[in-house]
């Protein structure tokens, strides 16, 4: 964000006692990131590779590599389980044609 762009109000600052919203936000970053690779295509189709375009990629790379990779084990480890104990019971198979691999910590599938 430029330094005197006013924040959005999915900008704002979650914390740790509100994990779901911490995941929401995450996502909301995928997202922008994901729009700027539009743009970035959008930007190498008109000008090929130039400085800002490097910029771009190399932050966008970064954050993939870095946060994504947080994010998949925070989901896995703290989200997932939480959804899976609030599968009524006998509604395992129903649940299972929607999300077919089931929701486990990683390393265990």
Same mark, same amino acid.
């Given at each position: 964000m430029k330094r005197n762009a006013r924040p959005s109000l999915f900008? @704002? @600052?979650v914390g740790f006692d509100d994990p779901l919203e911490? /995941? /929401?936000a995450c996502h909301r970053r995928i997202e922008?990131? /994901?729009k700027t690779l539009e743009r970035l295509h959008d930007h190498l189709t008109k000008y090929g590779v130039d400085a800002q375009a490097s910029l771009a990629a190399? @932050?966008?790379l970064r954050y993939f590599t870095r946060a994504a990779e947080?994010?998949?084990e925070d989901e896995?480890?703290?989200l997932f389980p939480l959804l899976e104990q609030r599968i009524p019971a006998g509604t395992e198979k129903a649940v299972s044609l929607i999300w077919p691999a089931p929701l486990s910590?990683?390393?265990t599938r």
């Amino acid at each position: 964000m430029k330094r005197n762009a006013r924040p959005s109000l999915f900008d @704002a @600052a979650v914390g740790f006692d509100d994990p779901l919203e911490m /995941l /929401l936000a995450c996502h909301r970053r995928i997202e922008r990131h /994901l729009k700027t690779l539009e743009r970035l295509h959008d930007h190498l189709t008109k000008y090929g590779v130039d400085a800002q375009a490097s910029l771009a990629a190399q @932050a966008v790379l970064r954050y993939f590599t870095r946060a994504a990779e947080s994010h998949h084990e925070d989901e896995e480890k703290d989200l997932f389980p939480l959804l899976e104990q609030r599968i009524p019971a006998g509604t395992e198979k129903a649940v299972s044609l929607i999300w077919p691999a089931p929701l486990s910590p990683i390393g265990t599938r």
